[in-house]
């Protein structure tokens, strides 16, 4: 299936786990495809996926991740000799700060790349680099990472099976249906008509020190990722004995919180712009294109745009093909915007700025929408 070719790189290989799953063969006269998908956009799909691969669209190239990596590594090392040039006092820990702040986004992006396999032809140097830079350089699992993020691809914006949005119920309430749905449940479990505030001062600044801190080590630890866990005392121990030998106990401590609150913001707001404005609700078994193209938007391209987002300003093309390299999508996005034409499927593409404020308007409107619910008699 579509999910199935879009995932892996090396498909001989993983086709030989399948076999073992297989109990049979569909009968001549059976349709291979279920009801709730639309046959003639799968086929149309199929074949511009067939295109891009002709065009060499999957082909990565490697000196462009070769100097992404260097720069996020100059910034890693420039981040501490500011400090160590220029001592601890108020400036240059602001600057050292927001230094490290650019170099771990960045690093998020890259590691982002490794794990969906786009960045070397061979799946193993991919998950060699990988754990480097997503355990080493940013201090957090990377099968932990692999394990939520395949499945938020797999099924985005849909309830119970997308990791991505297990906020709702419990932080926020999400999307207009199910919003409505908790309200006529009469079920409360935050003030969800002030959520479009009190957002600011929970999800983006505390996402990675609170939740992601505590849960990539729960993880790693029960399912036993010992090689991860291995790799991310690396970055403790590197990032405690560098730093800690220019600041002392409190200041390091607060240096730490601070730069991963800058960067749990950065993230958020990035991560979220693509994903919270738009439908969210239970899995209805669309077909691969109309399951992410109803949970995807896009932000206008431009350089900046390009490395601020990571290139996640293209995440229609990056959810249809998730292996494809970054530096592609603006190649492959007026394919993509043809066949959304021909098939009548909306594709929203919008200015940045305009995408972070659609995160708090659809909070708003989905707080609203719940209150109302729940006070209707």
Known sequence: QDAFVAFHVDKVLVSKYLKLLQIGELAPDQPSIEPTKNEMLVKDFRELRAAVERMGLLEPNQLFFFLHLAHILLLDTAAWLILFYFGTSLMPFIVSLVVLTISQVQASWLQHDLGHLSVFRKTKWNHLLHKFVMCHLIGASAKWWTLLHSRHHAKPNCFQKDPDIDMHPFLFTLGTKLSVELGIKKKKYMPYNHQHRYFFITLPPLLFPTYFHCHTFYIAYTKGYWVDLAWMLTFYIRFFFTYGSLLEIKSLLAY???FRMLESSWFVWVSQMNHIPMDIYYDTNLDWVSTQLQAT???????????????????????LFPTMPRHNYWKVAPLVKSLCARHGLEYQCKPLLTAFADIVHSLKNSGDLWLDAYLHK
């Open 256 to 258: 730490y919180f601070i």
């Open 297 to 319: 938007c896009n932000v206008e391209q431009s350089l900046f745009n390009d490395w601020f987002t990571g290139h996640l300003n293209f995440q229609i093309e990056h959810h």
